[in-house]
């Protein structure tokens, strides 16, 4: 194994806690992620070779495992093969959430980002003219490379739901799986999807800067000043709430998208040998028994 070698990479989903599992694996001393969460390398930029691929991870300090987090993985039609062939004992992460949930936080996360406007607000619209909103909720269809190219034992799926019911028990999940004990003071981060920035610039900017800071150690004084008065109401100046500029999804769109990823969740509870904790996909009492 090279010195720089990634030994584990976050696949996805995409909106489905990837910023949280990159926060709780920045948080330990023994690991060290890339500067930027997503580096895309098994999918968009694989051409730029390893070495390119292996600066994410140099640092001075020594670590037990290096690694990131690219949600574009889990879809992308080689990622799993070119992962594979990198390195064979990669461990991977997968954290996943009800799609028909996940399908809308993706269209909110596509409107804060200033990426859609005029009719497309409107999620229906939207979902006509992303094709890839739909497509990154089959889980068990775009797993299946990945299981076909690493054992199960080395692919840890998670699921947002219960991250949200247990976020240190999930974080000691993480730790756990490359063989390292739990963090001493687990710090949770949680992001809100429910605003959008009213100056995307400035927004981005400031997430820029915090994220250096908490990489470097200074999560706490980070979090110190985002509360100190005047710079939570320029934050808040900043923010509008995302139900002023978009619509609820309606419930006839609900209930086909259940339909459509009905068959696919089934899949995925075979393949991993257990329920989702998704209940508009768990039958009714009367329904099992009918």
């Known amino acids: 194994m090279r010195p720089l070698q990634a030994s584990f990479i976050g696949i996805g989903a995409q909106k489905s806690a990837s910023t949280w599992l990159y926060g709780v694996l920045q948080q330990s001393p023994d690991v060290r992620v890339s500067e930027v969460k997503e580096v895309d390398f098994f999918s968009y930029y694989f051409d730029r070779g390893y070495e ?147 100056n995307a610039a400035l927004g981005e900017r400031l997430w820029k800067i915090g994220n250096y800071a908490r990489k470097n150690g200074l999560g706490r004084v980070v979090e110190a000043i985002k509360a100190a008065p005047g710079v939570r109401q320029m934050r808040q100046s900043n923010r509008q709430a995302l ?12 209930v086909r998208l259940r339909e459509f990823y009905a068959d696919d969740v089934a899949a995925l509870e075979q393949r991993l040998g257990r329920g989702v904790p998704w209940p508009r996909f768990t039958p009714a009492p009367m329904e099992r028994t009918a």
């Open 52 to 198: 390119w691929y292996e600066r994410n991870f140099d640092s001075p300090s020594p670590h037990r495992h290096r690694g990131e987090i690219s949600p574009s993985y889990l879809i992308h039609p080689a990622a799993a093969a070119r992962a594979a062939t990198y390195n064979p004992d990669l461990q991977i992460f997968v954290a996943l959430r009800d799609p028909v949930d996940r399908i809308f936080s993706n269209h909110l996360h596509e409107v804060r980002k200033g990426h859609i406007s005029g009719p497309n607000l409107r999620f229906e619209t939207a979902l006509d003219n992303n094709p890839l909103y739909r497509e990154q909720g089959l889980y068990a269809k775009h797993l299946g490379p990945w299981y076909d190219h690493f054992p199960a034992d080395q692919i840890h799926v998670m699921f947002q739901e219960d991250i949200r019911r247990d976020r240190v028990g999930a974080a000691e999940e993480v730790m756990q799986a490359l063989g390292l004990e739990p963090l001493a003071e687990f710090l949770d981060l949680k992001a809100n999807e429910s605003v959008q920035y009213r």
């Open 243 to 254: 139900r002023d500029t978009v619509a609820p999804m309606e419930a006839e769109t609900e």
